[in-house]
């Protein structure tokens, strides 16, 4: 069952989105369960009413290992559809649909073919990317990728525990 065309993922991916000017002050990280990373994020609205958010997941031992996951939540429903997914180069990607396989830092987007799929993996769909190498780089190239406006006073980047 599709949720969202490939048309409208695109339109929520690029709903502007206004950061606050205390935006990554609000983001508090707490380790897992086991302590091998940490997990933090945020909520944000779009323009049009639609509700985000945002996952930001730091490995603690090895940090290639990090996810940012941005996804919005359907109307009457909590379950996070997950629209873009930006990984770092800790493992080994396949495509099945394509059966593409890289290792590499890498985009996942959602899509209605992977929809179909199944497995609820809306996002199974990746690209590697050079585009960064580290995870403030990926943090950064979501926000540009995703409609997300900046205040115009930065603020510091987010630093993890060591």
């Known amino acids: 069952m599709v949720k969202y065309s490939d ?3 695109d339109d929520l991916i690029n709903e502007p989105k206004q950061l606050s000017l205390d935006w990554r ?15 933090g994020g945020f909520k944000i609205m779009g323009t049009n009413n639609n509700k985000f958010r945002v996952i930001l997941r730091q490995s603690c031992h090895n940090h290639l290992d990090f996810a940012i996951i941005f996804g919005v939540y359907p109307p009457s429903s ?6 873009k997914r930006y990984d770092g180069k800790s493992q080994q990607h396949t495509n099945p649909i394509e059966q593409e396989t890289f290792y590499d830092f890498h985009i996942h987007t959602a899509t209605e ?3 179909i799929y199944g497995n609820g993996e809306e996002d199974k769909y990746a690209q590697p990317t050079d585009r ?12 540009t990728d995703c409609g997300f ?12 525990m060591n």
């Open 25 to 39: 002050l609000k983001i508090k990280f707490n380790p897992n369960q086991r302590g091998s990373s940490q997990e």
């Open 113 to 115: 073919r992977y929809q």
């Open 78 to 83: 909590t379950k996070l559809f997950r629209l």
């Open 132 to 143: 960064f190498i580290n995870f403030d780089e990926a943090l950064q190239c979501m926000l």
């Open 7 to 9: 048309s409208e993922i």
């Open 149 to 160: 406006i900046e205040p115009d006073n930065p603020q510091l980047e987010i630093q993890f």
